[in-house]
């Protein structure tokens, strides 16, 4: 079931996301319709996380300070192997 309502964009990127529409034989709406699904889906996706952390933080579960140097370490290397 899907249900309409309205949004108002600028000119220019009302010209943008007409010109992809065309680009990928996609109507406006899917286009929007996905773009507003996929930012959802990443916000719900990274709040959900935050509030797990929020909750593991207020029952005390924090790393180790050995935990913090093996992943300071694996930084490195990975930075190091970047180079």
Do not use: C, P
């Not at 680009?23 to 930012?39: G, M, P, V």
């Not at 909750?55 to 370490?73: K, Y």
Request: proline share 0%.
């Amino acid at each position: 079931m899907t249900a309409a309502f309205t949004i108002r964009l600028d000119d220019e990127t009302l010209a943008k996301l007409d010109a992809l529409a065309a680009d990928t034989d996609r109507s406006r709406n899917w286009l929007a319709a996905k773009a507003i699904e996929n930012y959802v889906e990443l916000n719900a996706w990274q709040i959900a996380h935050i509030k797990e952390g929020i909750a593991q933080a207020d029952r005390g579960e924090f790393a180790t300070e050995e935990e913090l140097d093996a992943i300071e370490a694996e930084l490195q290397a990975r930075i190091d192997s970047a180079k």
